[in-house]
C-alpha cells in the first residue's frame, strides 16, 4: 500500500524473470490459465475493478535485496 502520496487505491507487486523469453513464455500462460479467466470474468461480472495497469520492466541495483 501507498504510504506516502496521493493513491492509496494501488496494487503494486513484483515479478522476477531469467530472462525476456522466460517473461514473455510465463506471462503468456498466466494469461490463458483457465483458473485466470474464471476468476477474472467472476470478478468483473459487474464490471471492470481495475481501471489502469501499468507495467514498468525495472532492473535491481547493484545493491537490492531483490538480486
Known amino acids: 500500500t501507498t504510504l506516502i502520496g496521493e493513491s492509496n487505491q494501488e496494487l503494486t507487486y ?30 468483473e461480472e459487474s464490471g471492470q475493478i481495475v481501471g489502469n495497469i501499468v507495467s514498468q520492466l525495472l532492473t535491481p541495483t547493484a545493491f537490492s535485496a531483490l538480486k
Open 14 to 43: 513484483i515479478l522476477a524473470w531469467d530472462s525476456m523469453a522466460d517473461r514473455e513464455t510465463k506471462w503468456n500462460a498466466f494469461q490463458s490459465d483457465p483458473d485466470w479467466i474464471s476468476a477474472r470474468a467472476k470478478t
